[in-house]
């Protein structure tokens, strides 16, 4: 089955209708709070940090900090498993982006009048006006940040999504029942050779989301992908101990798979 992403402008309703297309198709529905209770799972600090710069602007100090490079790794590898899950609605955290080469996903971006989203959150935070105009303010720029800077896009291209709808023009329930309606043409789509790619890719990032949280090897130029089936890993390592421990990390998360390793020493 067809998997969908949605980016939304805060007050658009991305919450409210990924819950109505999942319960609609019975899909998964995965948001923040699902990813924060898989972090906490995992052990360590993770949640906590997940919590801390969720779709925030990272500084410059943080975008190359060891920590939020794990976590982002640590997010992307979920993603990715879900969607390798199928029959998954993902709301937001870079998802539209991530999955951009898997046809089967229909990447959604949701827009409303700003009028209509303060009235919203004026009503659903209890605000004032002023104050819900700062809120959505904060939020649509952290959110177009956090894209920036992990992807290099603009969260807010058109070009990027396969449908942007208005929900100041159209109800949630309308726009639950268009997006069941373009998964259904997404399903075919669904070849064999496309679920064996997303296979693949998530196992890269699983692969990337291990080494990255690894404290005793540091690659800040870590870049992990599947080409034609293999698995590759590049970057620039320092020691010897680093490409053992390295090599480790692969055939613990890969198994027997083919990986091709890219990797310099730094001079």
């Not at 935070?125 to 800077?149: F, H, K, N």
């Not at 329930?173 to 064996?196: C, I, N």
Request: some cysteine; aromatic content about 6%.
């Amino acid at each position: 089955m067809a998997i969908l992403t949605i980016s939304r402008e805060y007050g658009s309703g991305g919450r409210e209708i990924g819950r109505l297309v999942a319960q609609r198709l019975g899909y998964e529905y995965v948001d923040k709070e699902r990813l924060f209770e898989d972090l906490d799972q995992t052990g360590g600090s993770w949640g906590r940090v997940a919590r801390e710069v969720d779709e925030v602007c990272p500084t410059f100090w943080e975008r190359h900090d060891w920590q939020y490079r794990g976590y982002v790794a640590r997010v992307e590898a979920l993603i990715l498993e879900y969607a390798a899950g199928d029959r998954v609605v993902l709301i937001g955290r870079g998802g539209s982006f991530l999955l951009q080469g898997v046809p089967f996903c229909l990447r959604v971006r949701l827009v409303a009048p700003l009028e209509v989203r303060l009235e919203r959150i004026m009503a659903r935070e209890r605000l004032s006006r002023d104050a819900a105009q700062r809120l959505i303010t904060q939020v649509d720029g952290d959110r177009a940040c956090y894209i920036r800077a992990n992807y290099g896009e603009d969260w807010a291209e058109e070009d990027v999504y396969d449908l942007t709808l208005n929900t100041g023009s159209l109800t949630y329930e309308r726009v639950a029942e268009m997006l069941a309606e373009s998964l259904t043409d997404k399903d075919r789509q669904a070849t064999p050779e496309a679920r064996a790619h997303l296979a693949d890719l998530a196992l890269a990032h699983r692969l990337k989301a291990r080494v990255a949280t690894e404290p005793r090897v540091l690659i800040p130029t870590l870049e992990v992908g599947c080409l034609e089936g293999v698995i590759t890993v590049a970057g620039i390592i320092h020691t010897p101990k680093e490409l053992r421990l390295l090599e480790g990390m692969v055939k613990e998360i890969c198994g027997g798979r083919p990986v091709r390793l890219n990797l310099h020493h730094r001079v």
